[in-house]
């Protein structure tokens, strides 16, 4: 190569990887280049759940031939720190994300989220207060929900036959029952940190409020964490921390878990996963969240659960809500998610369209319906805009008490101290 | 100058696509990150607020970050002194030009390095599971206690270290096996003629001509430890939640406590200045090795 074939090479080297950079930075931009076509950038996670939505969006896109949806699948963590990046560097963003619940409080103290309460306030009507609090915030709706998390009890009726047990009705009954279950060598329950505040909301009790005031540090969380940390090291009755991954399904496998405690969202997983276990098929059984103690009303409780939003920087806010409103708005579609995937419908005429259905890993039982009789008694949950540096701090407080034994009372006030230290909204 | 530039204007160009990256994607996050780390970040929308030193004076109040100090020294020190002792000892059987199968021995310890984390730490929380953990039912098989050997604090951070150091020993061995080869056949020759034994060999002989490569693993690993943060951000994914410090922080490091008060708290000023403070850190520790034993490494010029 002569001298000023290379400078020509070398200078259309430099241009590619500048454009190929400068590709990079635009990786969110929602204009589409062929024609007058609207691109709505959709970022979500776990293919398995979401393809019934991307099977949505094509009907969508039938209906409406001017948009595009551009679908992409992360992991939950990718999703989540991709987001924030793309958010707080103002480039990039997509034009809808799935989030968790828990972070719609914060998103809105940064001012990310934009706001729907115009769009879709007409459709609070179609679901429970205590769904609808999750994806609104001090009044303002900010999207809809995708699967969710009403919580509840999986367990297996075959285990607490053999070991002669009645499920149990209250918390108190439960923790009897999993020392005899212990004494057999088997753990009633496995917990680990997040699963511990499905207890405090249970039992209405508050970690936040909408400003990001730190609540937790009250005697009805020190008396729920203490009862946890017994149960996990006098007791020896709850299994502490089993990882919510493959390696999980080995234990639950071998039968020395009686019961799972989640958010129904956990069904989806066992419907795909603990299912490939054709010998536990139809023992499985889903009881709704106890109450604390006999005598005590009934009580529903949350875990997780993400919802559909629009960031305040998408250029095509208008069509984002239209795609909410087509994908997950419409009973149909929820019913169809319901079905195919395993996501628990959140709108009230979804849920009745199901509350007959009997899936065969459940032995036949309704599980929608014990699902709509819990959500009817859950209270609203609040996660507040600093749940992020409260939720470590709660689970650096449930080890303590329960792997080092630090009274309750101390470590919650540590935790409280931690979070008020660490909260960004003060 | 301009008839220098003009002159060489080809190879500049040659390598400017890596400058530009480098400024674009290395240096302007640092040099932002610095200014960020000056400033308190509310909102997205909200403009950054200039509190000067604040960051860093909170940093030498704050208990966690401290204890995160703590985690990742003793992590370091332990980590990288047993991987440097095991990984020579290693390069030295593996150097044996009689040793059968050598390069399979090679492969097999080099493995690790070549597996993807997200599959090793899911075999890792199985083998070390309390309940169903192939090391649990070999303790209990001879009759010894057993242990939640991830869950509990008391050996959580054990357990990171052994798998720290599982999965860089091949690398550093690698290294130190390429170190090996360069030390000249005749030394061990005449060494063996003048009647030394093996082991006075490999004091004598081996180990000081292989201490440059040995001081250079060293820094380098204590470079990478004080950073630590794949192997206790993965193996808590799930357990604690992703970005947990482990049970009751024991796998606190300096990079994960990074990681929860940008990413988690959004705490994005004070996130810089950890960062900031951890860069120092390790800076200082490198530069303090190269002046203690840099001369004798062969570091002089510096």
């Known amino acids: ?426 | 100058m301009r008839s220098k530039l003009g002159k060489y204007r080809t190879p500049y160009l040659f390598i400017a696509p890596f400058f530009v990256l480098f400024a674009a994607f290395v240096l302007s996050p640092i040099v932002y990150s610095l200014w960020l780390s000056l400033q308190e970040v509310v909102g997205i929308y909200v403009p950054l607020q200039f509190v000067g030193l604040k960051n860093y004076l909170d940093l030498v109040s704050d208990p966690r970050f401290l204890h995160s100090l703590v985690v990742t020294f003793t992590y370091t020190f332990f980590q990288v002194t047993i991987m440097v002792v095991l990984a020579v000892i290693l390069a030295l059987i593996l150097d044996q030009r009689t040793l059968r199968g050598r390069n399979v021995y090679r492969l097999v310890f080099f493995f690790p390095v070549i597996t993807s984390f997200i599959v090793a730490a899911m075999v890792f929380k199985l083998l070390l599971d309390k309940e169903i953990g192939l090391f649990n039912m070999l303790l209990r098989a001879v009759h010894m206690r057993t242990h939640a050997w991830l869950e509990d604090p008391t050996y959580a951070l054990p357990s990171l270290i052994t798998i720290g150091i599982w999965r860089w020993v091949g690398y550093q061995m690698v290294i130190l096996l390429a170190g090996l080869q360069n030390i000249p056949a005749e030394l061990y020759d005449s060494a063996r003629v003048d009647g030394a034994g093996s082991l006075r060999i490999v004091f004598r002989i081996t180990l000081p001509l292989l201490f440059p490569v040995i001081f250079f693993v060293i820094v380098m690993s204590v470079i990478g430890s004080l950073q630590l943060f794949d192997e206790p951000f993965i193996l808590n994914m799930h357990g604690g939640g992703a970005g947990s410090g482990g049970p009751a922080d024991s796998m606190l490091s300096t990079a994960i406590y990074l990681y929860q008060t940008g990413f988690l708290d959004f705490r994005l000023g004070y996130a810089s200045a950890v960062g900031y403070v951890l860069t120092v850190v390790i800076l200082a520790i490198s530069l303090l090795q190269i002046l203690t034993f840099g001369k004798r490494a062969g570091f002089a010029e510096i």
């Open chain 1, 1 to 426: 190569m002569n001298e000023r074939g290379a400078r020509v090479f070398a200078s259309l080297t430099t241009l590619a990887f500048l454009l190929c950079a400068s590709a990079a930075f635009a990786g969110g931009t929602s204009e589409s280049t062929s024609g007058k076509k609207v691109q709505l950038v959709v970022w979500a996670w776990d293919k398995r759940a979401t393809d019934t939505t991307w099977a949505a969006s094509q009907e969508f896109m039938k209906l409406h031939p001017n948009i595009e949806v551009q679908a992409v699948n992360f992991g939950t963590q990718d999703a989540h720190d991709k987001v924030l990046t793309a958010l707080v560097s103002g480039v990039g963003a997509p034009d809808l994300f799935l989030m968790e619940y828990w972070a719609v409080g914060r998103f809105e103290a940064m001012g990310a989220l934009a706001d729907l309460t115009d769009q879709l306030s007409d459709y609070q009507a179609n679901y429970s207060p205590a769904v609808w609090a999750l994806v609104s915030y001090k009044d303002r709706v900010y999207g809809l929900p995708f699967d969710g998390g009403p919580a509840a009890i999986f367990y297996r009726k075959d285990i607490f036959d053999n070991a002669g047990i009645p499920f149990p009705t209250n918390w108190q009954d439960f923790a009897a029952a999993g020392r005899k279950l212990a004494a057999n060598g088997i753990y009633i329950l496995p917990v680990q940190g997040e699963v511990a505040t499905l207890w405090l909301f249970g039992r209405h009790a508050s970690v936040s409020d909408y400003d990001g005031k730190i609540l937790f540090d009250n005697p009805q969380v020190v008396d729920t964490y203490q009862w946890l940390g017994d149960r996990i090291a006098k007791d020896k009755s709850i299994y502490y921390k089993l990882p919510w991954d493959p390696s999980s399904y080995e234990l639950i496998k071998s039968g020395k878990i009686a019961a799972v405690a989640a958010g129904f969202w956990y069904s989806g997983f066992g419907i795909s996963d603990l299912a490939y276990t054709p010998d536990l098929s139809g023992k499985w059984r889903i009881a709704g969240w106890l109450p604390w103690k006999a005598g005590d009303g009934a009580t529903g409780s949350f875990l997780g659960g993400a919802g559909f939003f629009v960031p305040k920087q998408s250029q095509h806010v208008k069509e984002a809500a239209e795609w909410m409103k087509f994908v997950l708005g419409r009973p149909e579609s929820e019913y169809d998610q319901a079905t195919k995937s395993g996501i628990f419908p959140f709108q009230l005429g979804a849920m009745k369209q199901l509350a007959t259905q009997t899936p065969a890993l459940y032995g036949g039982q309704q599980i929608y319906q014990t699902m709509m009789d819990e959500l009817s008694a859950a209270p609203p949950v609040i996660y507040g805009p600093n749940y992020a540096p409260i939720l470590n701090a709660l689970n650096t407080a449930l080890d303590r008490i329960a792997l080092q034994g630090v009274p309750a009372a101390d470590a919650i006030r540590d935790a409280a101290a931690q979070a008020d230290r660490e909260r960004v909204v003060k």
